[in-house]
């Protein structure tokens, strides 16, 4: 009796009973799509970087030195003075380091600075490692390594000469012309931000930065001129950390964190990646 009713009462509004079905169908399709990107997103940024312990910056907060550092999302608010680097990474608990120097750019392309230890290290996707597409990786100050859609976009390839700039934005007045360097390989894609980034070799970034401040400086030009330059980066912008035993990475973290020389930060991703 009531069914009848029912059925009766949708028959004699038949504009009205479709227009309700498909708000409804419409609403649980966009509830659905936007959980599925969430999803995706929440995945895609945890995919970024794997089997790093600790993330180490200048004093800032964690999610803004995971954005600078790993997603090269905004900049660093300080350096970190090498010595500071090279006694953190020569603590005992320490498996390994990445050192990373951000801060120059190629056609809006973020220049990274690094070690040979970044392609054998740096872990994204659940512990995947990262791989040449083409050539081979930085072998000395002259090299870079090309992300995917670096490659793609400006279509590069080995053997072709790139000039850095300093800054990050599109277009810079302040170009290394005099230090160019010449792709060594391309990375295979990895759906982060390393697909987005020039690699390059610490000395080469360095040498970059000699070479500008011989041209503005007289003094620092006859100590180039000398060879009197320094081997080593006088700074960087952060650097990852493995520990050997991830039950080490709160007591590292609060020794980072309360370190005299400098202001330091000591983040772990994980927690860091739940807060983005």
Same mark, same amino acid.
């Given at each position: 009796m009531i069914v009848g009713l029912a059925i009766k009462s949708l028959r004699n509004r038949k504009? #009205? &009973?479709? +227009?309700?079905?498909?708000?409804?169908?419409?609403? *649980?399709?966009? +509830?659905? $799509?936007?959980?599925r990107? %969430?999803?995706?997103?929440?995945?895609?940024? &945890? &995919?970024? /970087?794997?089997?790093?312990? +600790? /993330? /180490? $910056?200048? %004093?800032?907060?964690? *999610?803004?030195?995971?954005?600078?550092?790993?997603?090269?999302? =905004?900049?660093? #608010?300080n350096n970190i003075?090498?010595?500071s680097y090279r006694a953190i990474a020569a603590r005992p608990e320490v498996a390994w380091t990445i050192p990373l120097s951000l801060g120059d750019s190629h056609r809006a392309y973020r220049v990274l600075g690094t070690t040979p230890e970044y392609f054998e290290h740096f872990r994204f996707a659940r512990d995947r490692r990262l791989s040449l597409a083409q050539g081979k990786a930085f072998e000395d100050e002259h090299d870079a390594v090309l992300g995917a859609d670096v490659a793609q976009a400006l279509k590069y390839h080995v053997g072709d000469s790139?000039?850095?700039?300093?800054?990050? $934005?599109?277009?810079?007045?302040?170009?290394?012309?005099?230090?160019?360097?010449?792709?060594a390989g391309?990375?295979? %894609?990895? $759906? #982060?931000?390393?697909?987005?980034? *020039?690699? *390059?070799?610490?000395?080469?970034?360095? &040498?970059?930065?000699?070479?500008?401040?011989a041209d503005a400086d007289p003094l620092a030009a006859i100590l180039h001129e000398k060879h009197q330059v320094r081997t080593e980066p006088?700074?960087? #912008?952060?650097f990852l950390v493995g520990l050997k035993s991830r039950a080490a990475a709160l007591s590292v973290q609060r020794r980072v964190n309360e370190y005299e020389r400098e202001p330091l930060t000591a983040?772990?991703? =994980?927690?860091a990646l739940q807060e983005v």
């Open positions: 504009f #009205t &009973a479709v +227009l309700t079905v498909l708000s409804i169908a419409l609403s *649980v399709l966009l +509830l659905l $799509g936007v959980e990107i %969430r999803n995706e997103y929440r995945e895609s940024f &945890a &995919a970024t /970087v794997s089997g790093t312990d +600790l /993330v /180490v $910056g200048a %004093r800032t907060s964690p *999610v803004h030195l995971l954005l600078s550092a790993v997603f090269h999302i =905004g900049n660093a #608010t003075k090498w010595d790139i000039v850095i700039a300093h800054g990050t $934005g599109e277009i810079s007045f302040a170009t290394h012309d005099e230090h160019p360097f010449t792709v391309v990375l295979a %894609r990895t $759906g #982060t931000p390393v697909d987005r980034a *020039v690699h *390059v070799s610490l000395a080469g970034l360095d &040498a970059v930065h000699e070479d500008a401040g006088r700074a960087i #912008t952060a983040v772990l991703p =994980g927690v």
